[in-house]
T-cell receptor, first 114, second 115 residues
């Protein structure tokens, strides 16, 4: 158990819709990252939030956005869903103290876009 | 830029045999290296990590990995495979200058254990 939880576990949407995925970070971890894992691939970094602001972004378009809240929870929002957005979405939290380089992952949300 | 190459998308071993999963990395600065394991329909669990201390790193469930700078490798080994080791394994790299410590992952190696 990593102490990182995600909801929902599974989700089905249709092309063009919008989706919100949620993550609750490990207590004391004030940095959260989101990753997309397509089928048969390794996870790819989407973005990271620290103190409720985005402070790092991978090669993903602006229709991928996020929010971080003071209670260590966060959201990933995806607008105008495309078929290729079908993937497992993982959030990961880390602390800015101690083992700052180590990220702990949640179980993921599997999104299917039809 | 940083990258990871995992040699072999699928590795099969007999129960009790040595497990060797290969990982080579590319990084222009001293790296931090990780191995994660993913069981079916689950998230990623940290197995072990290298953060510039000892080059031989021990992790959970008797896994270990050795950082070899000259070979830019971080191969994962386990002396004796168990059925419960069947899963997908991901090698990942980051570094302190990455700011966000964003991880770059390899494509993964699926380990099958034959009874």
């Amino acid at each position: 158990e990593t102490g990182v939880t995600q909801s929902p576990t599974h989700l089905i949407k249709t092309r063009g819709q919008q989706v919100t995925l949620r993550c609750s970070s490990q207590s004391g971890h004030n940095t959260v990252s989101w990753y997309q894992q397509a089928l048969g691939q390794g996870p790819q970094f989407i973005f990271q939030y620290y103190r409720e602001e985005e402070n790092g972004r991978g090669n993903f378009p602006p229709r991928f956005s996020g929010l971080q809240f003071p209670n260590y929870s966060s959201e990933l929002n995806v607008n105008a869903l495309e078929l290729d957005d079908s993937a497992l979405y993982l959030c990961a939290s880390r602390s800015r103290q101690g083992e700052t380089e180590t990220q702990y992952f949640g179980p993921g949300t599997r999104l299917l876009v039809l | 830029a940083q990258s990871v190459t995992q040699l072999g998308s699928h590795v099969s071993v007999s129960e009790g045999a040595l497990v060797l999963l290969r990982c080579n990395y590319s990084s222009s600065v001293p790296p931090y290296l990780f191995w994660y394991v993913q069981y079916p329909n689950q998230g990623l669990q940290l197995l072990l990590k290298y953060t510039s201390a000892a080059t031989l790193v021990k992790g959970i469930n008797d896994f270990e990995a050795e950082f070899k700078k000259s070979e830019t490798s971080f191969h994962l080994t386990k002396p004796s495979a168990h059925m419960s080791d069947a899963a997908e394994y991901f090698c990942a790299v980051t570094h302190s200058g990455a700011g966000s410590y964003q991880l770059t992952f390899g494509k993964g190696t699926k380990l099958s254990v034959i009874p």
